[in-house]
């Protein structure tokens, strides 16, 4: 068997790449390195998508394309001489969909998984703050990933002034908190941002200014094409088509103009010259 085990070395290590040794655990370490070199049917130190994808072909004795419980059990205990518990537990991990075999589309998952380096085990919790275990360590819903760390999204209740995004604070004025851009900021459109809104002083080299605005002698300007949209000046807005107003006006005269002579020209007797609406004069 050649790369029966990369399954179980992934479990353990929680990662694609070997690196070093685990001196506390030394009989584990062998095992994991067994492993490992067993996957490794190259010897180039990794293991690739297609080495990964024969797992299910070292263990599948009768060919169907998943490896089920007792053939998985039989292949870990042959091969580890470790107990029958052991490798139930194992099986157990590596049924991610908990139909009661291992085949290539529990595989492919874990394959990706792993390959980020981001696997948690089920028996593991996402010790970040404001994070979720679904398979791999998530932000709730509400905050977003930044250096390592989930933070409020402005709007986002919050506890305290750590748990929003930068250049914003857990406003505490109506009583529940919630992530709030400080003074002189606005929030992007995704809400995931503060930004200068229209006016404000900027840096052309740290500054950002808020969307559709730029830098310009040291103040967020709204760029061609844009202006500010009255709203306290803080974003810009797309200028209107002085054209597109001209042209509506005049439609709009027309239309009225042909609604007054239809009117003018019906009588009791006669439906309304539009008649596509029903009306009756």
């Not at 589309?105 to 679904?134: A, R, W």
């Not at 998530?138 to 748990?163: H, P, V, W, Y």
């Amino acid at each position: 068997m050649n790369i029966e085990m990369i399954l179980i070395f992934s479990l353990l290590l929680g990662t694609i790449y070997f690196e070093g040794s685990n001196a506390d655990q030394p009989d584990m370490y062998k095992l994991i390195n067994m492993l490992f070199l067993k996957a490794d049917a190259n010897l180039d130190g990794k293991i690739t998508q297609a080495e990964f994808s024969a797992v299910v072909q070292a263990f599948d004795k009768n060919g169907d394309g998943a490896v089920t419980h007792d053939e998985f059990v039989d292949g870990w205990v042959a091969l580890t001489k470790q107990t029958r518990a052991v490798a139930n537990a194992y099986f157990h991990v590596g049924d991610l969909n908990h139909d009661k075999v291992i085949d290539q589309k529990d595989h492919d998952i874990m394959y990706t998984v792993f390959d980020q380096n981001e696997i948690l085990l089920p028996s593991d919790t996402c010790k970040v703050p404001n994070g979720i275990c679904e398979t791999r360590c998530r932000c709730k819903e509400g905050f977003i990933a930044l250096n390592d760390s989930c933070l409020g999204k402005i709007g986002t209740t919050c506890t305290m002034q750590s748990d929003c995004i930068p250049e914003a604070a857990c406003d505490n004025t109506f009583g529940g908190g919630t992530c709030t851009c400080n003074d002189g900021l606005v929030a992007d459109l995704n809400n995931t941002e503060c930004r200068l809104k229209v006016g404000a002083i900027c840096d052309q080299h740290s500054g950002t200014c808020v969307e559709h605005s730029e830098c310009i002698n040291g103040q967020c300007t709204c760029k061609n094409g844009y202006q500010a949209d009255g709203n306290g000046s803080k974003t810009c807005k797309e200028k209107e088509d002085g054209l597109k107003d001209i042209i509506w006006i005049f439609i709009g005269s027309v239309t009225g103009f042909l609604l007054v002579l239809a009117v003018v020209t019906c009588t009791v007797t006669h439906y309304c010259c539009r008649k596509k609406l029903q009306n009756l004069c």
